[in-house]
Nanobody, 123 residues
């Protein structure tokens, strides 16, 4: 069964940067798409970004465009999320999963998630 292992979360200052990693086990990514989601306390899980290994297309939520960059390494079966210019509102647990296109950001479509990695942005 496919498993997702997220890592890289930490405490960061506003304006700082973090790089998250999503290792995908038991499933090849060559013909897939992977998305990052986040869930803040008391809020629903929301789509942050996704990448298609079909054609390299990338997708971003409006709230992170220009600040976050998603990338993938099919040889390592890993997807990364480079987060720059962090804001307090980026504080959340970040998760990854394989996604369907084009409706990549609908969290309710997916039922296999990793344990997540905590990102806290605070001074």
């Amino acid at each position: 069964q496919v498993q997702f292992v997220e890592s890289g979360g930490d405490l960061a200052q506003p304006g700082g940067s973090l790089r998250l990693s999503c290792a995908v086990l038991g499933f090849g990514l060559d013909h897939s798409a992977v998305g990052w989601f986040r869930q803040a306390p008391g809020k629903e899980r929301e789509g942050v970004s996704a990448i298609s290994f079909f054609d390299g297309a990338t997708y971003y939520a409006d709230s992170v465009k220009g600040r976050f960059t998603i990338s993938g390494d099919s040889a390592k079966n890993t997807v990364y999320l480079q987060m720059n210019s962090l804001k307090a509102e980026d504080t959340a647990i970040y998760y990854c999963t394989t996604v369907e296109l084009p409706q990549w950001n609908i969290a309710g479509l997916y039922d296999i998630w990793g344990q997540g990695t905590q990102v806290t942005v605070s001074s």
